[in-house]
């Protein structure tokens, strides 16, 4: 008889494009998540979780990353099994927390206060193709107000964001949540008597100002250029005079938002929607100084492109103005951290009915990736304090000695190894970041007593000290077993 064939191990390995995170990854990424958590719920929003998985036909829409499996999300057709949802159901998870959002004001539409303020924080996933930096599972951080049309929840966005990025330790003057208006966009658009086919044209092309500067964005403009790499890319096709508006709004930033309201005015002409979008940053500029948001902190910004078949008013993002070195050791400026703007037709679609929301998302990576490029994002919880083990047969001495330390509010543990190599044990509490040791022998346990072992203290002598310095072992105090949590808490400061 055939012996069965031995089946081939699994290989221990992530999934492309996913990634694991330990330790100080998820400690500091929820010690930053907590902080702005702490602004929103200031600013009287309640926090909503919703299912990691929604049906397709709520989503709404695909990615448009056609070159991926269901356009650019992970999506399967349910089966017929027991407890199931209908054979045949598409499911997929969720890609943002937005359209989440969509599904839950319309479904708990009488339920619900309005507006209703949210915010939201978890993983999404993206089934696209993965790079450096690029992963498929990653985590956003979402703030919105559903239900209100008035430029004071757009305001009240910005001024949130602000207070958010200050919360986390970025300082004023390292950050700037910069505005436009999509209104204003498509003023500058009628004002240039631009095509609807050529529209999108003309506002990617608009997006690639701070790439190519005003000469570069008019000859893409108009007849085209050619790229650093002598490559000739293909213009819009409009005239000088349509591209007049267009430049004149693009350069429109003045000194303070006062002159660059007057620009923009200037830009817009005679259109009713641009004069409409210019009057709605205008209000927002007002609202946001009576909340005590200067212009250092939030400016209008004609620049600022986004989400162009999505948004459809104020548009916004928080850019962080710091330099950081590069992977090629160059210095740049760290960018955009944060993004957003008026929405009003997502939950439409579910009730038919028009339903006004503004909302922002926060790339928490990328903030926590600036965070510790300025050396603000340190664990500050330590690892624990390691209580070794002497005697196997006293390990309930040990866990008394942890259970006290914790007690007192100190992070403690008790090693759980084999206790016979003593150095392993203090081995493994350097790999754990472990501040004190806790040594109890025979000897100190007949006589009440414990070892306290500064760890931080020890490694610094080791790496500084004289031989005599060492051996006088000033890392290390005999206490008394009732002064065990002082003397610990007296090292820990």
């Given amino acids: 008889m055939a012996k069965d064939k031995k089946q081939p191990r699994p290989k221990a390995e992530t999934p492309k494009g996913f990634r694991d995170y330990f330790g100080s990854d998820v400690t500091e990424r929820k010690r930053m998540l907590d902080r702005i958590a702490e602004v929103y719920h200031r600013h009287g929003f309640d926090p909503l979780e919703t299912s990691a998985v929604e049906t397709v036909e709520a ?47 319309a479904q708990y539409r009488n339920d619900l206060p309005s507006p209703y303020r949210r915010y939201a924080m978890g993983p999404v996933w993206r089934n696209e193709k993965p790079g450096p930096g690029r992963f498929r599972q990653f ?113 429109s930033k003045g000194a303070d938002n006062a002159a660059t ?21 205008s209000q927002m500029a007002g609202l946001l100084s009576a909340m005590g948001v200067a212009e250092d902190r939030a400016v209008i910004d004609p620049s600022v492109v986004r989400g162009l078949g999505y948004y459809t008013g104020p548009v916004f993002e928080a850019e962080l103005t710091f330099e950081i070195l590069d992977e090629k050791g160059r210095r740049r400026q760290f960018g955009s951290v944060a993004g957003g703007g008026r929405y009003d037709g997502l939950v439409e679609r579910f009730t038919g ?4 929301a503004t909302g922002v998302s926060i790339g928490v990576d990328r903030l926590l990736a600036a965070l510790r490029a300025k050396g603000l994002a340190g664990d500050e919880a330590a690892g624990p304090v390691v ?41 493994y509490a350097d790999k754990r970041g472990a501040p004190v040791a806790i040594i109890q022998g025979e000897d100190e346990a007949a006589r ?46």
């Fill in 261 to 281: 309201l007057d620009n923009l005015r200037a830009a817009v002409g005679v259109s009713q929607m641009g004069a409409e979008g210019v009057d709605e940053l």
């Fill in 353 to 356: 009915q028009k339903v006004p």
């Fill in 139 to 251: 985590y956003q951080c979402d703030a919105d107000t559903v239900g209100s049309g008035s430029v004071a929840a757009d305001a009240e966005i910005c001024a949130m964001l602000a207070d958010a990025l200050e919360a986390v330790g970025i300082a004023r003057g390292d950050y700037l949540v910069r505005m436009n208006n999509r209104k204003v966009l498509n003023g500058v658009l009628e004002a240039a008597e631009v095509d609807t086919d050529r529209a999108d044209d003309v506002l990617r092309t608009i997006d690639k100002f701070d790439k190519v500067g005003r000469d570069g964005v008019l000859a893409l403009l108009t007849t085209g250029r050619r790229d650093e790499s002598g490559a000739q890319i293909e213009g819009v096709g409009l005239s000088e005079a349509q591209a007049a508006p267009v430049l004149a709004f693009l350069t």
């Fill in 387 to 427: 209580v070794t083990v002497m005697d196997r047969d006293r390990m309930a001495d040990y866990q008394a000695m942890a259970a006290d330390l914790r007690a007192a509010g100190i992070r403690a543990e008790v090693y759980l190894g084999n206790p016979k190599n003593f150095g392993n044990q203090l081995k």
């Fill in 59 to 105: 989503l709404g829409k695909f990615l448009p990353d056609v070159d991926r499996p269901n356009a650019g999300v992970f999506a399967w057709q349910e089966e017929a099994v027991p407890g199931g949802g209908t054979a045949g159901d598409w499911l997929a998870l969720r890609y943002d927390l937005t359209a989440p959002l969509a599904r839950v004001a």
């Fill in 448 to 493: 009440g007593v414990v070892q306290v072992k500064d760890l931080i203290l020890g490694a610094r002598i080791a790496a500084q000290a004289s031989l005599d310095e060492w051996k006088s072992q000033p890392a290390q105090t005999e206490v008394a077993r009732a002064d065990l949590v002082a003397e610990v808490r007296r090292i820990l400061g």
